[in-house]
T-cell receptor, first 110, second 116 residues
Framework: GEDVEQSLFLSVREGDSSVINCTYTDSSSTYLYWYKQEPGAGLQLLTYIFSNMDMKQDQRLTVLLNKKDKHLSLRIADTQTGDSAIYFCAESRTGNQFYFGTGTSLTVIP | DAGVIQSPRHEVTEMGQEVTLRCKPISGHNSLFWYRQTMMRGLELLIYFNNNVPIDDSGMPEDRFSAKMPNASFSTLKIQPSEPRDSAVYFC??????????????FGPGTRLTVL
């Protein structure tokens, strides 16, 4: 993805919290998204945050947005083996185009 | 709704052959996107359409790739001739641009293409 960066790999133990980080470059982004891709499947929207928000919580998921630093994070509480997947952050810029990060492969160790 | 439908799910072909990938977007969505995913380059946007019109095809790798959207419910991505380096998973996504604020993209299951 153009200028949307993520670390490639993350391993956590089952029951721990996972934090996946993302940096982006376009300060005019209106929405920022987290997508999940399970093996052999397409991407599914997990959650999104509007650019004028700092935080959004949805059950086990917490999204934090630091607009000044252009930093987005996804925290998964009580990580389960079913959370093992690739997580993509994405930003929506002018028009309808999305810019996806490289994806972070999350491995949950039982 | 059945979601975004792509066919075939898997395609194995020989170098030099023509490949056609198909996509049916979610009914009512007016934007359609073609992506390619590889280990080396991650997820790349190839082209996107708005109201059946190609808006940005700057991601199309070369002239061997072409995409069409003859109507609101169907799009094709064609590779002719195919090469081994085209091997990848190709995703189609659709979006209700302008109809909801979030402009969420809904992805199909992908077509895994292998060119021998």
């Amino acid at each position: 993805g153009e200028d949307v960066e993520q670390s490639l790999f993350l391993s956590v133990r089952e029951g721990d919290s996972s934090v996946i980080n993302c940096t982006y470059t376009d300060s005019s982004s209106t929405y920022l998204y987290w997508y999940k891709q399970e093996p052999g499947a397409g991407l599914q929207l997990l959650t999104y945050i509007f650019s004028n928000m700092d935080m959004k919580q949805d059950q086990r998921l917490t999204v934090l947005l630091n607009k000044k630093d252009k930093h987005l994070s996804l925290r998964i509480a009580d990580t389960q083996t079913g959370d093992s997947a690739i997580y993509f952050c994405a930003e929506s810029r002018t028009g309808n185009q999305f810019y996806f990060g490289t994806g972070t492969s999350l491995t949950v160790i039982p | 709704d059945a979601g975004v439908i792509q066919s075939p799910r898997h395609e194995v072909t020989e170098m030099g052959q023509e490949v056609t990938l198909r996509c049916k977007p979610i009914s009512g969505h007016n934007s359609l996107f073609w992506y390619r995913q590889t280990m080396m380059r991650g997820l790349e946007l190839l082209i996107y359409f708005n109201n059946n019109v190609p808006i940005d095809d700057s991601g199309m790798p070369e002239d061997r790739f072409s995409a069409k959207m003859p109507n609101a419910s169907f799009s094709t991505l064609k590779i002719q001739p195919s090469e081994p380096r085209d091997s990848a998973v190709y995703f189609c996504a659709s979006s209700p641009q302008g109809q909801v604020n979030t402009n969420e993209q809904f992805f199909g299951p992908g077509t895994r293409l292998t060119v021998l």
